[in-house]
């Protein structure tokens, strides 16, 4: 299913009166993880801004031990700090990595904004090196406009 296709789902999921907040997250995973062959897992961290760490939220994939994460560690950390989207192709090579899995090649984290503010992220593993392009950023951007309406 291409990323325009999937487009009009993410929205209908989070127009869904029937589901939670996380109930949506969770099924905007599992439709994530479902139809694009390289997410390998899918799931979102929110920042608590006063302790200054990433909490794990709604995610399908393999078990993580990763449920909290501090500002500045790993992929999900620096991007709680820069506010920008982080592609890495290759984990191997990224010096400020947290290793989840020796499964996983490759990484792309997009902030989540709130009124302005990073409120989190969503975070997709790959295992596949270097599959993420732009137009999974425009994808992922869009997902998180759209999550950005149920807060």
């Known amino acids: 299913m291409t990323f325009q296709e999937l487009q009009p789902k993410v929205t209908q999921i989070t127009l869904n009166t029937s589901l939670s907040r996380d109930e949506k997250l969770l099924t905007i995973c ?13 799931g979102f961290y929110f920042a608590n801004h006063e302790s200054k760490t990433l909490h794990l939220g709604p995610y399908v994939g393999a078990e993580t031990d990763h449920t909290v994460i501090p500002f500045g560690k790993g992929i999900c950390g620096q991007v709680a700090e820069s506010n920008a989207n982080f592609v890495v192709p290759d984990v191997a090579a990224q ?9 996983v090649k490759s ?12 409120i989190g992220q969503i975070d997709i593993d ?6 993420f392009t732009a137009d999974d950023e425009r994808f992922l951007e869009f997902v998180c406009a759209e999550i950005a309406n149920l807060f």
């Open 126 to 131: 790959s295992h596949v090196i270097n599959p």
């Open 30 to 42: 599992q439709l994530l993880s479902d139809s694009v062959s390289y997410y390998n897992w899918v």
């Open 107 to 118: 990484e792309i984290v997009v902030p989540l904004f709130v009124d302005g503010k990073n």
């Open 95 to 103: 010096d400020n990595y947290i290793a989840c899995s020796f499964t």
